[in-house]
């Protein structure tokens, strides 16, 4: 029995979990500190999830261009949301400015990485969801 892996629903959970980090998690974990922990402000944590979300995204819509639509639009919008997120990291006074077309990129791209997959006709339904 072959598993078949959903990239482009994989790649959204990771961006919408790196979205909750980056949004939530400071509103509820503000105590941490307190307790010698600190994830909300650490660096090595936050390069760790952008590359986790950078290294899926990535592969997801890489597939999505080799097997199905050939477009290198949704890479490119998505490079442009990873771009925020490391702007994100070296300017902390704009972080919220940066984070929000950030997550709004890297959704849209996997989302219009979705979209041209199911629309294009490619002759074959080995390794397709539809």
Do not use: Q
Not at 33 to 42: A, D, M, S, T, V
Not at 102 to 118: D, G
């Amino acid at each position: 029995m072959k598993v078949k892996i959903n990239w482009d629903a994989l790649g959204i959970a990771t961006s919408v979990a790196c979205a909750i980090h980056c949004a939530l998690l400071p509103l509820f974990l503000t105590s941490l500190p307190l307790f010698g922990y600190n994830i909300i402000e650490n660096t090595v944590f936050e390069f760790i999830m952008i590359g986790i979300s950078f290294l899926i995204g990535a592969y997801s819509l890489y597939h999505g261009r080799k097997k199905h639509h050939h477009s290198w639009w949704p890479l490119f919008i998505f490079a442009a949301g990873i771009l925020f997120l490391f702007a994100k990291m070296g300017w902390h006074e704009w972080r919220l400015w940066l984070l929000a077309p950030a997550v709004v990129c890297i959704v849209v791209s996997h989302f219009l990485n979705y979209r041209l997959c199911r629309h294009h006709d490619h002759g074959h339904t080995d390794d397709c969801d539809h």
